[in-house]
């Protein structure tokens, strides 16, 4: 079993910076492919973020291009969401997730196998 658990979120005015973690145990990230996933009210959880296995290559929604960064420490088992600028749509509870399909980066869900609990970002004007 793969147990991710995402923290790091909160409230925070727009314009304003969160930085998120995903802490992993019972397996090395090292193989999977990671991404950050997010489902704001009424609407389907999407991806906004993933990285490769290595973590040399990584993709990203266009709404959070040249805001958002993600990142990894295979040696840490962490992954990393910087999210800058924040405006009030990225509201929205953040999900990391892990591929044992993919060499990444995916930005599609069917491709990830394991999944955190989810940590609430809320973003105020």
């Known amino acids: 079993q793969v147990q991710l658990v995402e923290s790091g979120g909160g409230l925070v005015q727009a314009g304003g910076s969160l930085r998120l973690s995903c802490a992993g145990s019972?397996?090395?990230?090292?193989?999977?492919?990671m991404g950050w996933f997010r489902q704001a009210p009424g609407k389907e959880r999407e991806c906004v973020a993933a990285?490769?296995?290595?973590?040399?290559?990584?993709a990203y929604a266009d709404s959070v291009k040249g805001r958002f960064t993600i990142s990894r420490d295979n040696g840490k088992n962490t992954l990393l969401l910087q999210m800058n600028s924040l405006k009030p749509e990225d509201t929205g509870v953040y999900y990391c997730?892990?591929?044992?399909?993919?060499?990444?980066?995916?930005?599609?869900?069917?491709?990830?196998?394991?999944w955190g609990q989810g940590t609430q970002v809320t973003v105020s004007s």
């Open positions: 997730a892990a591929s044992a399909r993919s060499l990444g980066p995916t930005l599609a869900r069917f491709e990830y196998d394991y």
């Open positions: 019972g397996r090395t990230f090292s193989s999977y492919a």
């Open positions: 990285i490769s296995w290595s973590g040399t290559r990584t």
